[in-house]
């Protein structure tokens, strides 16, 4: 089975950022299933922003689970400020998953941002 997940990272974990890193709230833990990922984000470089620490944790995970490491993900921004909004990652456990993942972004090009 493959997985197309929408990661909303941009809207919402750089708005609650500071909501998600005190300890007495689980969204992220329950998002990444590990509850110790503030120890790691707190050895981060600050160069490395919160969205990329939490996709890459994401990734991580489904690797955890037998899944490739996945393509580039898709990335949607807002037409008229240019900001990222989410992120689509494709997750899949066959070679050709990530090829057909890899032609489709070909065309892809210009549905990367949205009229809001």
Known sequence: MDFLILLALHMDANRNYQRYCQNDNQKIDLFLNDLSWRDEWSKVDSDENFV?????????????????????????????????????????????????????????????????
């Open 52 to 116: 990329r620490f939490l996709a890459q944790k994401y990734s991580e995970q489904m690797q955890n689970l037998g899944y490739q490491k996945p393509e580039q993900p898709h990335e949607v921004r807002s037409s008229d400020r240019n900001l990222p909004l989410y992120h689509l990652a494709f997750y899949s456990k066959h070679d050709l998953g990530n090829r057909f993942w890899k032609e489709i972004q070909r065309y892809a090009d210009d549905q990367t941002s949205l009229d809001l």
